[in-house]
């Protein structure tokens, strides 16, 4: 064993991270743990930039996917690290019904909405402050931005436990009924980027998935049971990419949500993806309904720490969350958040190695 | 909507005395078992009178293990729908043709075990596979590999076949492994092309005196229960995407029941993982004194040798073997002993169904008493919450 350089969770003070074409100075700060393990976030989007975790032999690499520096985070379109919100995922035709008010959103994908708009929380300058041994993102999201009703104040915990869990505790408060979907959205790659994500194995708990249309929106619920989508038993990423199934065909991979059993609010296990080549190991952990399973095949123009772009597969998202579209659903009063009420998450992730 | 017919009738092709196509078989199972599809599974006990019949059988459809080229020739004109099992090939023209294959990536499983040697800090590697014979082109496959990685790293390639293993007998087989073995420049990593090879040679190893792993470091392919069960040193595996393999198999003759056309799908499966056990834990030694201490230590460290036995094996004093040992290790010959026999125990404590005090035994402690109290000052668990953790995670999947 040797001697850990930090005998228990930190978390560092602000560093500067150069700045935006318009001026705007942007930070990062860093987590670490007995375990060596280093966590880099930044103000802009509440971006997870890079996590070093070791492997089976305790050496490091950053399991993460990420840009070079700041303006290729605020050009570049795969919401790589970013928290996002005010909506995670799709709205169909960007548009809504609440309380009898019709809202139009903006359509930034295939005339739906898409994690929050064009300006979505992603894009934002989030305030961070130290918060013991963790940080505290803090995010005021006026009425109107998006087409969203009401002003929403956002704060997420993001910690780093010695366990190699880091943790993302969300709250929010809003002074108008409004739709609030919260998630993360980092590329895992846990062999740090040697070999792609076809060779990790997921076991994802979910006995059905939401079948989508050509836009991606959810139109039905379906078993996994038999199917490509059936992760109840730990299956290697490769071989189901290659199983025919229509719902990949449409999606040319996995971009579903699948549902995730009946005790939401209960923080349970829900997915762990497992690489043979390096002994890493990621959980999920949360208490949201559903787990948005994404494989990372639009990954080709999205540029890399090092000049090049990556590869389609490259990277993959598990991303917690509520039902794409669930607000234009039977189901819409469970993501309306009213004044007086408070949104809450709990969602983390934990890497270890086997 | 399956249960309004009667169930389809499917040949299992498969030699079941192979630790590989049990494990597809068992993954068939799987499938069916998750989607409740009723077949009614031919399992012949000597597959090969089956393959011989089988444009005579009145059934549904064929899963079978391709690499036999027996059965391959006898399903290539199959009326009935048949998918296929077996290895991968890097010249796609070996596929046989109209046949949806379901394929081990050979080359995937070459590199697992390839780059965990080169993880070990090893600076040179070498290969044990086997004679070409008909049914083990799989085999030739995997050296091809090799020796292309090798080639790409700008390795010196070094392959032995040895015998085939039936023919010579098995004293001259093991005669000439070791002179090979002898005759490597070492530290060696040695990929095999099977266990039943690996265990092989470790065997011949122990037999020559040569320390597995500090001087050759030994890595097999199948994660095969009997031959870890045969071997000494317990040996590092390469496991295939068997099951998974099985799953996809399943997968597809049930689509093709149902009228899909799947004659062109090829699904090629990563490996599952890479067991790793002592015969590849290398550590770069510099004291031989050390290294044979250990190579005791770990052959009948379980047996309640003391500081003392193992001083007298490597033929020193015991001070002068405790001063090795503080200088390489950091540690007393006294901790080493225990830090096998509490690896030891963790081991069978993950994987194994034995009592807990047979355990103690096992490894070499006096009483379980000591066991629980060593076990919980060194790790902070009793081996009863050790042993429940990982029996809920080694059940195949997460709580």
């Known amino acids: ?354 | 909507m399956e249960s309004t017919h009667s169930p389809h009738r499917i040949a299992l092709l498969f030699n079941a005395n192979k630790g590989f196509d049990r494990e597809v078989i068992a993954g068939i199972g799987q499938y069916l078992n998750s989607t409740r599809v009723e077949w009614d599974l031919f399992l012949e006990e000597d597959f090969r009178s089956r393959v011989q019949g089988i444009e005579r059988w009145r059934g549904d459809g064929i899963i079978a293990d391709f690499d036999d080229p027996q059965v391959a020739q006898a399903l290539a004109a199959s009326k009935l729908p048949v998918v296929a099992v077996g290895g991968s090939y890097r010249d796609a023209s070996l596929y046989p043709a109209h046949i949806p294959y379901i394929a081990t990536d050979n080359a995937k499983v070459v590199q697992l075990g390839y780059r965990h040697l080169i993880d070990q800090g090893l600076p040179r590697f070498a290969y044990y596979g086997l004679p070409p014979a008909p049914g083990n082109a799989w085999a030739a496959e995997r050296e091809t590999t090799f020796i292309e990685l090798l080639q790409t790293d700008g390795m010196e390639v070094t392959v032995y076949r040895g015998l085939p293993t039936s023919a010579g007998g098995w004293d001259n087989s093991v005669e000439q492994l070791i002179e090979w073995l002898q005759g490597l420049p070492k530290p060696v990593g040695i990929l095999c092309v099977t266990d039943a090879r690996a265990r092989q040679l470790v065997q011949a190893c122990l037999l020559a005196r040569i320390a597995v792993p500090e001087q050759v470091a030994v890595v097999g392919i199948d994660n095969d229960p009997m031959a870890q069960l045969l071997t000494r040193v317990p040996l590092t595996s390469v496991m295939q995407g068997t099951e998974e393999m099985g799953r996809t198999a399943a997968h597809l003759l049930h689509q093709m029941l149902r009228g899909a056309d799947h004659s062109a799908t090829r699904v090629v499966v990563p490996p599952a993982g890479i067991n790793v056990q002592a015969s590849s834990r290398h550590q770069p030694l510099r004291s031989p004194l050390v290294m044979r201490a250990r190579h005791y230590i770990r052959q009948y460290g379980c047996l309640g040798i003391k500081t003392e036995q193992v001083a007298d094996y490597v033929g020193v004093s015991r001070t002068a073997l405790e001063e090795h040992f503080r200088r390489e290790l950091k540690q007393t010959v006294h901790q080493a002993l225990l830090q096998h026999k509490l690896e030891t125990a963790r081991e069978l404590l993950a994987h194994s169904a034995l009592p807990l005090a047979d355990i103690a035994v096992r490894c070499g402690f006096t009483s379980l008493q000591y066991m629980y109290a060593v076990f919980r000052r060194e790790f902070d668990i009793t081996p009863k919450q050790f042993q429940a953790q990982h029996r809920s995670a080694a059940s195949g999947n997460p709580p």
């Open chain 1, 1 to 354: 064993m040797t001697t850990p350089l930090h005998p228990t969770a930190t978390a560092s003070s602000a560093m500067p991270w150069g700045s935006l074409l318009d001026g705007r100075k942007v930070h990062r700060w860093t987590l670490r743990n007995a375990q060596d393990m280093r966590v880099d976030i930044s103000d802009l989007g509440g971006s997870l930039l890079s996590w070093y975790a070791p492997d089976r032999q305790g050496r490091l690499a950053d399991v993460v996917l990420g840009h070079a520096d700041p303006e290729s985070y605020a050009q570049a379109k795969g919401y790589m690290g970013a928290q996002i919100g005010r909506w995670a995922n799709r709205i169909r035709h960007g548009s809504f019904e609440l309380d009898g008010v019709g809202y139009k959103l903006d359509r930034n994908q295939n005339g739906n909405l898409l994690h929050g708009g064009s300006e979505g929380f992603h894009q934002a300058l989030w305030q961070v402050e130290p918060d013991g041994d963790g940080l505290l993102l803090i995010l005021h999201s006026p009425d109107g931005e998006g087409g969203f009703p009401g002003n929403l104040d956002v704060q997420v915990r993001m910690a780093l436990a010695d366990d190699g869990s880091l943790s993302m505790d969300y709250q929010a408060r809003c002074d108008q009924a409004s739709p609030v979907n919260l998630t993360a959205h980092p590329y895992f790659n846990l062999g740090g980027g040697r070999g792609d994500i076809r060779d990790h194995l997921l076991w994802l708990d979910a006995e059905n998935f939401l079948a989508v249309d050509a836009g991606l929106i959810p139109t039905a619920q379906e078993s996994v049971a038999g199917s490509a989508f059936d992760f109840r038993r730990a299956a290697p990423l490769g071989s189901r990419l290659n199983w025919p199934h229509p719902q990949l065909s449409v999606a040319g991979g996995f971009d579903h949500c699948y549902c995730l059993g009946d005790s939401p609010g209960q923080p349970r296990k829900v997915a762990q993806v497992c690489d043979p080549a390096s002994g890493r190991r990621l959980s999920v952990i949360t208490d949201q309904p559903g787990l948005q399973l994404y494989t990372g095949q639009h990954l080709a123009d999205s540029p890399n720490r090092d000049g090049g772009h990556y590869r389609p597969f490259d990277g993959l998202c598990l991303e917690a969350q509520a039902f794409p579209n669930q607000i234009n659903s039977a189901s819409a009063e469970q993501v309306v958040l009213r004044p007086g009420a408070v949104y809450r998450q709990h969602t983390r992730y934990q890497l270890d190695t086997y």
